[in-house]
């Protein structure tokens, strides 16, 4: 009897214990923490060779992460926002000019969000870039120049400035006999005709309103015109001359010429304290025989400091006052660009056989 009622009681723990592993237990283990570990950073500069330990110039740089259990990578540079990805790679150009270091910060994240991270210092070089392309017209296209380049003086000048203030005796127009682009190049021609009660008829192209600047370098490549009376131009105004008048805009005479000086190129200045036919305006000169042959580049170097003259590279004159002031420097404002040839002026005459010349400009580019 008592063997039977212990394996009665056997019976009942065991059905006791089924009943207590059944299927209604939902309870869940926690997920464990995985932790990134054994973090490797390669960054690589481009162009990277024995003579140029810091890269090529172009600035640009690699950055490869591994790490053990990592699912997602961050990277920064410096102080910078911090870029994510998955695959490890991450690649950034530096910009900064000449040789300087890099901090390179690398994180890694498991799938549980924990994080380990390394850094690298590295030391890139940029090349200098030097100054940019800011406007330019290479007269590509043939007919009428590029409307929103440029605009035209037109008439004589009167009523305001009958001779445009010089004695001038051309009457401005925008027709092509007058201003038309033609095989790759500008060509202004000044005309010996009668036209709108003048004897003479030319073009004066201008930026203003268009394009001006402030500070840079102005190349023009041009082939000037020949005759006695001839007065070309490649020149800068103010661009308030509106509002204050000249000469407190300050003028800019990168080339004038006068035919009846042959083989002299000018370059000067006119401000408040010298202009006109002031005893001592600031001008340089120099000879070019070949002007109406061949072509010269006429360049500016406009600095806060300087302006800096030169003709086919080669520096001929430079205005840098001792004192600036709104008197000797109005040139820290901006300036518009024109292109002209005048006929004749109060102080010289036209050689009465003149028919007609052409001022050919292959390219005017300004870099700042």
Not at 44 to 61: E, K, L, M
Not at 186 to 212: C, M, P, V
Request: net charge negative.
């Amino acid at each position: 009897m008592l063997k039977k009622m212990l394996y009665i009681i056997q019976i009942g723990f065991i059905m006791l214990l089924s009943c207590s592993s059944g299927t209604d237990d939902t309870t869940t283990e926690e997920p464990k923490d995985i932790i990134p570990k054994n973090l490797v950073l390669q960054v690589t500069i481009s162009g990277t060779t024995i003579n140029n330990p810091n890269g090529d110039g172009s600035g640009v740089i690699t950055c490869n992460a591994t790490a053990t259990n990592a699912v997602t990578y961050g990277f920064k540079v410096g102080s910078e926002a911090e870029v994510k990805n998955t695959t490890g790679t991450f690649n950034y150009t530096c910009t900064n000019e000449g040789l300087n270091d890099y901090i390179i910060t690398v994180f890694a994240y498991s799938s549980t969000g924990h994080t380990i991270s390394d850094f690298k210092k590295v030391a890139v070089f940029v090349t200098e870039k030097g100054p940019q392309l800011v406007w330019s017209d290479e007269f590509d296209t043939i007919g009428a120049p590029d409307p929103t380049k440029w605009n035209y003086d037109l008439g004589n000048g009167c009523p305001d400035l009958c001779g445009w203030g010089n004695g001038e005796k051309q009457f401005y127009t925008n027709r092509p006999d007058n201003v038309k682009v033609e095989n790759g190049v500008l060509k202004i021609t000044a005309k010996k005709e009668n036209y709108q009660g003048s004897e003479y008829t030319s073009a004066r192209l201008l930026t203003k309103g268009k394009f001006d600047f402030t500070y840079g370098r102005v190349d023009v490549k041009a082939k000037l015109p020949s005759g006695s009376g001839t007065w070309p131009a490649i020149w800068m105004l103010g661009a308030n001359i509106d509002s204050v008048g000249w000469p407190a805009c300050g003028e800019i005479d990168i080339m004038e010429h006068w035919g009846h000086n042959p083989a002299i190129i000018s370059s000067a200045t006119h401000t408040p304290s010298c202009s006109g036919g002031c005893a001592n305006t600031k001008v340089g000169e120099t000879t070019i025989s070949d002007y109406a042959t061949a072509f010269h580049v006429y360049s500016l170097e406009w600095t806060a400091n300087e302006l800096n003259f030169i003709v086919d590279g080669n520096l001929k004159y430079s205005y840098k006052p001792t004192v600036k002031n709104n008197s000797t420097w109005p040139y820290n404002a901006p300036q518009f660009l024109i292109l002209n040839i005048a006929m004749g002026g109060s102080w010289f005459s036209i050689d009465p056989n003149f028919t007609e010349s052409v001022m050919e400009i292959d390219y005017i580019k300004v870099y700042q």
